[in-house]
């Protein structure tokens, strides 16, 4: 039986997402297809024989709570253990809404001193890894450890967007930076963390901490706790901004791709759509291309990824883009560099994300200026309109949204925001 139990984050709203968390909490994003994110931590906790896990939701959760139900695909619908959706809530010393990662485990903590597992093993929601987590917990055991830090490499470029570490020869973790502009160090905490369960109460008992990265290791790190840091050599991504959400899709279409979700000794379990095979028409060209269970192609998709349900049409083209469930690019349609949400339908002769014009998007600016044109769940691309790049179509948009435009420049808004 192991000694840990794990709490999963999943409440964050990730503005720097756009369109794709209008509607839903960042961990019910889509990706690869056929998956959520919320699908790598839990299959992690399970593959190691993980089977108690809380996660902790407050930002439209409807949906994720709609994915989980009671953990079948992750065989957590237990009687003991299992998993548990933790919601916020009004009343005693420590409800009302969460303010990070930190205040979101503090308003649980009635839950964590009920578990009789003596380590807490806290998760992003929002990651795409997999991981054995009993290594690490051993290691953690063995240290004899108050906080033990997930950490990898990156790539010295990227190293603004992560908490950096700096760690002695015996694993000793000795310093924390937060999103350092400048910086030698390479090694980037993973937001996992695994917690002797008496200190993490202490912790967060006598404190007003709001978040584990900024915040809470800072403070252990300052004090007498014994912290450590865990290196782990495989595949990570954190896909919080637009552009990584959109390489880490596109880097499954590599010959041999970094995170194999081919793996029968890995399994990322997901709750499965019930829907006939993938069809292929005759007239039908398909290049480097994932597609998912129910989807019918009949024209030219390439470099893309599809999820289940999506219908292109004879003459539509699809390149390089993301496609969500049950959208449908009719005839005539040429869809670029895009990442188009649930249910959406791009009318006959629609371009999207066409031209050369890489203007960015004048309200997300740092997020969006790469080319990347993103339409929101359940919008209607009009007849013949041509979208440029940059553009952000926002959720249940239609022909009114529009108006009278028939073109619609590169870096523009359509619709109006649901947040």
């Given amino acids: 039986m192991t000694r840990a139990f794990a709490m999963i984050m999943a409440g964050g709203s990730s503005e720097s997402l756009s369109i794709l968390t209008e509607t839903r909490a960042e961990p019910a994003t889509p990706f690869g297809g056929k998956f959520r994110l919320i699908d790598f931590p839990l ?6 024989e993980i089977y108690n896990v809380a996660v902790l939701t407050q930002y ?3 949906s994720l709570n709609d994915h989980i139900g009671i953990g079948k695909p992750w065989d957590l619908d237990r009687a003991s253990g299992g998993v548990r959706l933790l919601q ?67 790539n010295l470029h990227d190293t603004h967007r992560y908490g950096i570490v700096s760690v002695a020869a015996d694993d000793r973790l000795v310093d924390f930076r937060e999103k ?3 910086t030698r160090e390479t090694l980037a905490s993973m937001g996992i963390y695994i917690f002797r369960k008496d200190v993490l109460v202490d912790v967060l008992m006598n404190s007003d901490h709001i978040d584990f990265g900024k ?19 495989g595949y990570w991504a954190d896909v919080g901004t637009v552009q990584a959400y959109w390489e880490a899709n596109m880097s499954l279409l590599a010959e041999n791709p970094a995170l194999d979700l081919y793996d029968p000794e890995w399994v990322v379990h997901t709750r499965s759509e019930e829907r006939a095979p993938c069809k292929i028409g005759p007239n039908a060209q398909t290049i480097s291309t994932l597609l998912s269970n129910g989807c019918r192609v009949e024209g030219v998709v390439e470099r893309s990824v599809l999820s289940p349900g999506v219908y292109v049409a004879e003459g539509a083209v699809v390149r390089d883009s993301i496609i969500f ?17 649930k249910r959406v339908r791009v009318e006959k002769g629609a371009k999207v ?6 203007t960015p998007n004048k309200a997300m600016p740092e997020q969006i200026n790469t080319g990347l044109t993103m339409v929101g769940k359940g919008s209607i691309i009009p007849e013949d309109v041509v979208i440029g790049r940059n553009v952000v179509v926002h959720p249940y948009s239609e022909a009114a949204a529009f108006g009278k435009r028939k073109r619609v420049a590169s870096g523009a808004d359509v619709g109006k925001s649901m947040r």
């Fill in 88 to 154: 916020p809530y009004r009343g005693g010393p420590y409800g009302d809404w969460q303010l990070g990662t930190a205040d979101a485990v503090r308003r649980n903590l009635d839950f964590v001193q009920q578990q009789s597992e003596e380590h807490v093993i806290v998760l992003a929601g929002d990651h795409i890894y997999l991981m054995d987590y009993r290594p690490m917990l051993r290691q953690h055991i063995q240290n004899n450890a108050d906080l033990t830090v997930a950490v990898r490499r990156v």
């Fill in 43 to 48: 299959s992690n906790c399970v593959n190691s």
């Fill in 215 to 233: 915040h809470v290791l800072p403070a252990m790190l300052g004090g007498q706790h014994a912290v450590y840091a865990y290196t782990f050599p």
């Fill in 60 to 62: 439209r959760p409807r």
């Fill in 325 to 341: 469930n049950d959208a449908v690019i009719e005839a005539g349609a040429v869809v670029e560099r895009c990442i188009i949400d």
């Fill in 180 to 182: 350092p502009r400048r």
């Fill in 353 to 358: 994300g066409h031209g050369d014009d890489n």
